[in-house]
């Protein structure tokens, strides 16, 4: 019991350090939450797999017509890719404020606000990047975790069940209500929504990851391994497999897995 209490702390911790870290933004798509007030900078293709290369084409463009809305997008998109969150922030505030109707506009720069780690601005900005006629799944699921950064679970909660009325069983938004039970060391119940992430087909692999922690922390460390390790070469099984173990191994420094826990993200690319 002892073991399992200072694993649901490392887990807690590293949730909340990370659900927006790598769940919320990351780097790991420009395509992010705006789903149905998407523009064609977003769903056009970087220029090039770099990200790093893709902020300097963007910013070209940006810089030579700062005032078009698409430019601004990209860019800032862009520059949360490489870790610039401030900069990313200062490029889409000024452009909302120039584009103030601009719904892909408000979409980014709440995103790169939750980036920042401005959860209560970014919850604000967000809730104008669409309507109650009108809801984002994507952005009422990016609202949720601004309200779990806050400690607002119950609430976030909510937002979470808003999303899934439009998108059942979407993975990504179960993935968050499962590490928001996390957060308030409700393991039962982050495992029961993991698992219905998990078994949706179009999880990704931190989904997989995620689930296995919870059930590790509940100590069913077999079970968790074979989780890791479901429909995997071996060398890539073996590897899951001492990562999982990295991690339930930190019980004595819960705070240092907190930088590469890994997130599901919040969304996936149309």
Not at 72 to 85: D, K, N, V
Not at 131 to 138: E, I, Q, V, Y
Not at 170 to 183: A, F, Q, R
Request: charged residues 25%; proline residues 6%.
């Amino acid at each position: 019991m002892r073991q399992q209490s200072s694993l649901a702390r490392l887990l807690a911790s590293a949730a909340v350090t990370a659900i927006l870290a790598a769940g919320l933004g990351g780097c790991q798509t420009m395509s992010d939450i705006t789903g149905s007030v998407t523009s064609k900078a977003e769903t056009s293709p970087s220029p090039d797999s770099d990200p790093r290369r893709a902020a300097e084409f963007y910013g070209e463009r940006y810089r030579a017509n700062p005032k078009d809305p698409d430019a601004a997008l990209a860019y800032g998109q862009a520059l949360r890719a490489t870790g610039q969150r401030g900069q990313a922030v200062a490029v889409l505030e000024q452009a909302t404020i120039a584009h103030p109707g601009n719904k892909a506009l408000l979409a980014g720069y709440g995103r790169a606000l939750a980036d920042n780690g401005n959860f209560q601005q970014s919850f604000d900005v967000l809730t104008r990047a669409h309507s109650p006629d009108n809801p984002d799944w994507r952005i009422l699921s990016v609202q949720g975790t601004t309200l779990d950064q806050l400690g607002r679970h119950e609430d976030a909660r909510r937002y979470y069940g808003s999303a899934l009325k439009i998108v059942p069983d979407e993975p990504s938004v179960l993935s968050n209500l499962g590490l928001s039970y996390v957060l308030s060391k409700d393991l039962p119940k982050a495992e029961e929504n993991l698992r219905r992430a998990y078994a949706s087909g179009k999880a990704d692999a931190r989904v997989r990851q995620n689930l296995a922690l919870v059930v590790g922390l509940q100590g069913r460390f077999a079970e968790a391994e074979s989780i890791v390790k479901a429909d995997l070469p071996p060398d890539e099984a073996a590897s899951n497999v001492a990562y999982l173990k990295q991690m339930l191994s930190r019980k004595d420094n819960p705070r240092a897995g907190a930088a590469t826990m890994p997130v599901a993200s919040l969304n996936r690319p149309d």
